[in-house]
């Protein structure tokens, strides 16, 4: 398995605080993602990342900015949370050659509630 | 826009069993990747198994085998001799060849009952 770890692995919140989830890797990825699951959706795009500084906007984007810095560590930076942000976030990594270049890794994932 | 689609919210098969799990989706590309994934309570999204549009045999993966239907844009996952530890949430996804961007369909619940 890729080495991705998320922090914080849980987190509540108010409504209007910012809140910063942090995606960590150590296979050297090129590629980084941000999705929400929620009941009945599966699994949503956030946004990814597909390199450092260079990162764009997934299907559900609106109220998200997201930052990478460094191969390694992607964030994703809620403003001023809602509560139709409680949900659990995954950051997933993928490689852009070799055998398994088409396969996302996934972090364990993080539950946030919004109160 | 692609679509994945999993009209089954639940499933439930008997240990040892073998049970079917239905996928379909919508797109007008001709290379691409579909994939299933497995969701545990755990909570760990593990990947199963992935076909490549361009090949025409189904992919096995030990007790796990797609049913692939090009022109039906049909995916669904058979897993033979049902264990306790298949019980999980399954997804079933999508991607673009050259886009590498997943596109998920709601899931499913499988339970499998000792």
């Known amino acids: 398995d890729a080495g991705i770890t998320q922090s914080p692995r849980h987190k509540v919140t108010e409504t209007g605080t910012p809140v910063t989830l942090r995606c960590h890797q150590t296979?050297?990825?090129?590629?980084m993602y941000w999705y929400r699951q929620d009941p009945g959706h599966g699994l949503r795009l956030i946004h990814y990342?597909?390199?450092?500084?260079?990162?764009d906007k997934g299907e559900v984007s609106d109220g998200y900015s997201v930052s990478r810095s460094k191969t390694e560590d992607f964030l994703l930076t809620l403003e001023s949370a809602t509560s139709s942000q409680t949900s659990v976030y995954f950051c997933?990594?993928?490689?852009?050659?070799?055998?398994?270049?088409?396969?996302?890794?996934f972090g364990p994932g993080t539950r946030l509630t919004v109160l | 826009a692609q679509t994945v689609t999993q009209s089954q919210p639940e499933m439930s098969v008997q240990e040892a069993e073998t049970v079917t799990l239905s996928c379909t989706y919508d797109?007008?590309?001709?290379?691409?990747?579909l994939f299933w994934y497995k969701q545990p309570p755990s909570r760990q999204m593990i990947l199963v198994i992935r076909?490549?549009?361009?090949?025409?045999q189904n992919a096995t993966e030990n007790r796990f085998s797609v049913n692939f239907q090009k022109a039906a844009k049909s995916f669904s996952l058979k897993i033979s001799d049902s264990q306790l530890g298949d019980t999980a949430m399954y997804f079933c996804?999508?991607?673009?060849?050259?886009?590498?961007?997943?596109?998920f369909g709601k899931g499913i619940t499988l339970s499998v009952r000792p």
């Open positions: 296979e050297n990825h090129r590629y």
């Open positions: 996804a999508f991607m673009r060849r050259g886009n590498s961007k997943l596109t």
């Open positions: 797109t007008s590309e001709n290379n691409y990747y």
């Open positions: 076909q490549e549009a361009y090949k025409q």
């Open positions: 990342s597909y390199g450092v500084k260079d990162t």
């Open positions: 997933a990594t993928q490689d852009e050659q070799g055998l398994k270049y088409n396969e996302q890794f």
